[in-house]
């Protein structure tokens, strides 16, 4: 006998997206329970029949997990739409996600799964995965830069957690952020009197792309374990 899961629980067990976007999903109105509209109480199994814009899911995929080496120009957001989007770079036989997504600018790793509890866990400030980027910027840095970004500087009415910052060129430098606040980079190096020209994300927790040795635009299955032990 099935036990009974919270719907957007078993819509992000299916692979569809995150929990989290499952109960936009919801709002939304494009979801359905057994031909009515559902709502965030209702708990399903596999003998519910759960409509999700207008496509039946059933039981939960199987659970997978890629590396991606994301160029400039890609948009994270996925829009079948736009040819600018990461939609049509990714698998087509799992439908999957992002994991702390990297804007259009920006270039590096990137983490890809339908496994939305092990999403959930790594983007929780409670674990505090550290991301790591190599940033170049438009002019020399100066002696308080390094340390005036990793003391915090603010960024969208919040003052950015401290971080790990170093000065590895004239006009470059590395960052380890354990928060993902919207453009942060560019937003803490602007409050600098920077502007970001090129930032690279080499590592995602516990997985390096040096290690992956993955071309740009191109991607890797890889372990749950690869990426962190959490």
Do not use: W
Not at 146 to 175: R, W, Y
Not at 208 to 225: C, F
Request: aromatic share 6%; charged share 25%; net charge positive.
């Amino acid at each position: 006998m099935s036990t009974k899961i919270r719907l957007a629980k078993y819509i992000a067990h299916a692979g569809i997206c995150s929990r989290k976007q499952a109960s936009r999903l919801i709002d939304e109105g494009v979801v359905t329970v057994n031909n009515r509209p559902a709502n965030h109480i209702d708990h399903v199994d596999e003998q519910d029949t759960i409509i999700v814009n207008e496509k039946e899911i059933k039981g939960a995929a199987d659970l997978v997990y890629f590396a991606y080496h994301k160029p400039v120009g890609i948009d994270c957001k996925l829009n079948i739409d736009d040819p600018a989007s990461l939609i049509h770079h990714l698998p087509t036989l799992t439908r999957v996600y992002p994991i702390g997504r990297l804007d259009k600018d920006s270039r590096g790793l990137l983490i890809l799964t339908n496994d939305g509890g092990f999403c959930n866990q790594l983007i929780h400030p409670d674990f505090h995965q550290p991301k790591h980027y190599l940033v170049t910027v438009n002019k020399p840095l100066d002696d308080a830069f390094c340390k005036k970004m990793a003391a915090g500087v603010p960024v969208d009415k919040h003052i950015t957690l401290p971080c790990e910052v170093n000065k590895i060129a004239s006009n470059q430098f590395s960052i380890v952020l354990k928060q993902g606040l919207n453009r942060q980079i560019r937003k803490m190096a602007h409050y600098c009197g920077y502007k970001v020209i090129d930032l690279f994300r080499v590592q995602f927790s516990d997985l390096t792309l040096s290690k992956l040795n993955l071309p740009e635009n191109q991607y890797i299955q890889i372990n749950k374990n690869d990426i962190s032990k959490i």
